[in-house]
Structures are given as structure tokens and as C-alpha cells.
């Protein structure tokens, strides 16, 4: 499955200049969004945590019903 990934901060591609992300979308900085194509919020999780690939893989897992 392809996953498209992307940061948001200084030095990478988009940034936050009204220092609103976080507060938007309810995570902290070293939290993590999936949106779907359409836009929707998926899931978030307010900060990483070191089982965050096996996270991942449980959300998608639920999300995509396979």
C-alpha cells in the first residue's frame, strides 16, 4: 500500500506560519494526523509513542476492514 507522508515545520515542505496546526488538528508537536483523500481525519494521536508502527498498522488495518 502507498502511503503519501508529509511534515510540517521549518525545513520542510509546508509550514505553520500562523502557528495554528497543532492547535487545529489537536496534537502536539510530535503528534501525527491520517487524512483521508477527501479530507477527513481518520484518526490522530495527540503525541507518538515508541509502539507508533504497530499503532499504525492497527489503525490502518481497522480503517481499510482488511
Do not use: Q
Not at 487545529?24 to 477527501?38: C, E, F, K, N, T
Amino acid at each position: 500500500m502507498k502511503l503519501d507522508v508529509y511534515s510540517i515545520g521549518p525545513g520542510e515542505a509546508y509550514t505553520d506560519n500562523d502557528h495554528s496546526f497543532l492547535s487545529i488538528y489537536g496534537i502536539a508537536s510530535s503528534g501525527v494526523v491520517l487524512v483521508r483523500p477527501d479530507g477527513f481525519i481518520a484518526w490522530r494521536m495527540r503525541d507518538v509513542d515508541p509502539c507508533m508502527v504497530d499503532t499504525l498498522n492497527d489503525v490502518l488495518t481497522r480503517i481499510l476492514h482488511r
